[in-house]
């Protein structure tokens, strides 16, 4: 099912922008056997020559959905951002829009010329020239030789490749080949452009110079479908987006709300969800000794125990414990382990490390880790907890607590969670800066 994510924010000038880009119920299925496939795209075409195929909705022996019913438009001028994990039909969508391959069912609707960006410089004749392959790359998306004479030069001057552009497209490195591709795709001025991982061409003066004119593209009314696993760039650029899984259409909306969706599923994604306590029976600790652990939770910081912390939200973190004695120079020492990667360490803490030794007297006492916020991006951890004194006495340990954090923030690929404020000054630091 879809989940529909509304901006907060609806523009009424954007509701009344022309429809550029209408796609209704789409699906597509694959074959995973070459042969099999081979012999049904026999059958569908002889069943389709004599008029009697008919669109079916059943899977045949080793197919499988692509794309499975999925459905958007595209307003003139919007960029929209097309997320999800690699296999999520993804470049699929983006080739029955492009139309070079067909649906099984449902239409596509067009309105002006289009622009693939899916692989650039794929179309290039290796033998020829780049000057001869602007002329055959341009005029195939629709280009006259009048037009492609008038932009030329702006071709040439943004693509880089000064002298080489008479050389074969052969002898280029495959940066100039992406370059040349991309100038050649943004200067038919189309009305919608098709964009799948192609920014990332050339250096970063290189790149920017990309952004700049893209931006200026949508000034002038033209349309984006962006493809990228670089959440900056959807973020950066993207109105809106959606988000692919296995040929579902899982959520659509709000850039900022559907990558929150999208990474939260990432990073979760067939991991146990565990929640944030653990109570253990006291007839299996150790009651001969003089402290035993007896739970483990995460509070807020109303002391609310809670089911799962949260990114970026202040996090207590509790031991209990049954004393039977009073107790100096104690250390509560934690290591964290994420269980998505490699079990690489993530977090290593203890009170005897920050010179913070704790006292506890003869009864029973929660010792807590309080942190004004949670840096833990959102996943699944295993967390192991030791309570020593003097660093050489060991009184109880748990090798094992495992734990999910969830997030209520986009994570944009960080590592941990940052917390920020933003602001413009007008004091300058170096005044002969003036």
């Known amino acids: ?38 012999l049904y795209a026999v059958q569908d075409i002889a069943t389709e020559l004599v008029g009697i195929r008919q669109k079916s909705e059943k899977l045949r022996r080793d197919e499988f959905w692509a794309l499975k019913d999925v459905s958007f438009q595209l307003r003139r001028g919007e960029a929209l951002g097309l997320v999800g994990p690699n296999g999520s039909g993804k470049s699929t969508l983006l080739r029955i829009i492009s ?50 004479d008038e932009r030329f030069e ?5 693509a880089e490749i000064g002298a080489a552009i008479d050389a074969p497209v052969q ?20 009305d919608i452009l098709l964009i799948d991982e192609v920014l990332a061409v050339g250096d970063i003066k290189f790149r920017a110079k990309c952004y700049r004119r893209l ?45 929150n969706r999208y990474e939260q599923d990432l990073f979760l994604n067939g991991l146990e969800k565990s929640s944030g306590l653990m109570l253990l029976s006291e007839k299996a600790r150790n009651s001969e000794s003089d402290l035993y652990i007896i739970y483990l939770c995460f509070k807020d910081k109303e002391e609310n125990i809670l089911d799962y912390p949260i990114t970026g ?44 030794p704790l006292q506890i007297d003869d009864k029973n006492t929660e010792i807590q880790l309080q ?44 590592s941990f969670y940052q917390p920020r404020a933003w602001k413009v000054t007008n004091k300058l630091s170096y005044t002969q800066l003036v």
Request: aromatic letters at 8%; a neutral charge.
């Open 371 to 414: 942190m004004p916020y949670l840096g833990l991006k959102p996943g699944v951890y295993s967390m192991k907890v030791h309570i020593a004194q003097n660093s050489l006495t060991l009184f109880d340990a748990i090798e094992s607590f495992r734990f999910t954090v969830k997030g209520n923030k986009s994570m944009n690929q960080c």
């Open 1 to 38: 099912m879809t989940i529909s994510i509304a901006s907060q924010e609806t523009s009424e000038q954007q509701l009344d922008n022309e429809v550029v880009l209408s796609v209704e119920g789409v699906s597509k299925k694959f074959c995973r056997d070459l042969k099999r496939s081979l």
């Open 99 to 148: 139309g070079l391959i067909k649906p099984d069912s449902g239409f596509v609707e067009i309105k002006g010329r289009i622009a693939p960006l899916i692989a650039l410089g794929a179309g290039f004749n290796p033998i020829l020239t780049g000057r001869e392959n602007i002329y055959a790359n341009m005029s195939i998306l629709g280009l006259s030789k009048k037009e492609i």
């Open 171 to 190: 002898t280029y490195s495959s940066g100039m080949a992406a370059r040349l591709g991309f100038a050649c795709a943004i200067y038919t001025e189309p």
């Open 313 to 356: 939200e202040p996090t207590y973190f509790c031991v209990g414990c049954k004393v039977s004695k009073k107790l100096n120079d104690l250390s509560l020492a934690i290591l964290i382990t994420e269980m998505s990667g490699e079990n690489d360490i993530v977090l290593n803490l203890s009170a005897y490390m920050d010179d913070c």
């Open 154 to 158: 702006a071709v040439l001057d943004f």
């Open 215 to 259: 931006a200026k593209l949508r000034e002038q009314g033209t349309s984006f479908i962006l493809v990228s696993h670089n959440p900056h760039s959807i973020l950066s650029i993207c109105d809106r987006a959606m988000y692919l899984s296995k040929g579902n259409l899982i959520a659509t909306g709000n850039t900022d709300l559907v990558m």
